[in-house]
Antibody, heavy 120, light 107 residues
Framework: QVHLQQWGAGLLKPSETLSLTCAVY????????WSWIRQPPGRGLEWVGE???????NYNPSLKSRVSMSVDTSKNQFSLNLNSVTAADTAVYYC??????????????WGQGTPVTVSS | EIVLTQSPDFQSVTPKQKVTITCRAS??????LHWYQQKPDQSPKLLMK???QPISGVPSRFSGSGSGTAFTLTIDSLEAEDAATYYC?????????FGQGTKLEIK
C-alpha cells in the first residue's frame, strides 16, 4: 500500500523560503514522477512541478523562477523549495505520485496536504 | 498551456438523481483526461483515468467518457456521500492543468 507523508513549516513571512518534504512508504521510489500541487484557500488545484527519481525536473512556468525540487533516493523522499514567498503562495500543498499508464502519467497517490500561510 | 473548462461550477442535486459534469479542453488531449473527487479537508481522490477507465474501489455509479476536447463524468443514482468537488485534470502536456472544479451539493 503506497502512502505519502509530508511535512514542513506552516507559517512563513513574506520573502522567506517555503520548504516541504514528502516521504514515500510502500512501493518502489524509481519509475515514477513525484509532483507537488497546491490549492489556495477556497480555490482550485495548481500543479507546481515534479521530479523523477534521477533528479529530472519539470516546473510550472508560472513559478519556475522561484521553485526548486530535490530527491533523496536513500530515504525515499523528495522536497520542494519555493523562495521569495508572498501572500499569493498561501495554499495547501500536496505531494503526489505520477504513475505511467498507456501513453501518459497519472497523479494516482496523494499526500495528506500541508497548509502553508504567508503573513507578516 | 491547456485550459480545462468544467460545467457547471455548482449543482444542487437530490439523492438518486443522475448527474453529468462536462470538461472541455482548449486543444485535443487524446484520452489523457482524469477525474478527481475532493471532499472538504481531504486530498483529491482519483475516480476515473484516461477518460473512461474506472479506478479499483470506486463505485460503479461513476462513469466517464470522451476524447479529444470533450469529456464527461456521470454519476448514476447519486448518493449523499457523493457531495464533493470534482476536478478534471489533463496529463497530455506540461504544465499539468486542472479544471476549475464542480461542486455538488446534496439537497
Amino acid at each position: 500500500q503506497v502512502h505519502l507523508q509530508q511535512w514542513g513549516a506552516g507559517l512563513l513571512k513574506p520573502s522567506e523560503t517555503l520548504s516541504l518534504t514528502c516521504a514515500v512508504y510502500g512501493g518502489t521510489f524509481n519509475d515514477y514522477y513525484w509532483s507537488w500541487i497546491r490549492q489556495p484557500p477556497g480555490r482550485g488545484l495548481e500543479w507546481v512541478g515534479e521530479i523523477s527519481h534521477s533528479g529530472n525536473t519539470n516546473y510550472n512556468p508560472s513559478l519556475k523562477s522561484r521553485v526548486s525540487m530535490s530527491v533523496d533516493t536513500s530515504k525515499n523522499q523528495f522536497s520542494l523549495n519555493l523562495n521569495s514567498v508572498t501572500a499569493a503562495d498561501t495554499a495547501v500543498y500536496y505531494c503526489a505520485r505520477r504513475d505511467r499508464y498507456a501513453d501518459t502519467w497519472i497523479l494516482s497517490y496523494w499526500g495528506q496536504g500541508t497548509p502553508v500561510t504567508v503573513s507578516s | 498551456e491547456i485550459v480545462l473548462t468544467q460545467s457547471p461550477d455548482f449543482q444542487s442535486v437530490t439523492p438518486k438523481q443522475k448527474v453529468t459534469i462536462t470538461c472541455r479542453a482548449s486543444q485535443s488531449i487524446g484520452s489523457s483526461l482524469h477525474w478527481y473527487q475532493q471532499k472538504p479537508d481531504q486530498s483529491p481522490k482519483l475516480l476515473m483515468k484516461y477518460g473512461s477507465q474506472p479506478i479499483s474501489g470506486v463505485p460503479s455509479r461513476f462513469s466517464g467518457s470522451g476524447s479529444g476536447t470533450a469529456f464527461t463524468l456521470t454519476i448514476d443514482s447519486l448518493e449523499a456521500e457523493d457531495a464533493a468537488t470534482y476536478y478534471c485534470h489533463q496529463s497530455s502536456s506540461l504544465p499539468l492543468t486542472f479544471g476549475q472544479g464542480t461542486k455538488l451539493e446534496i439537497k
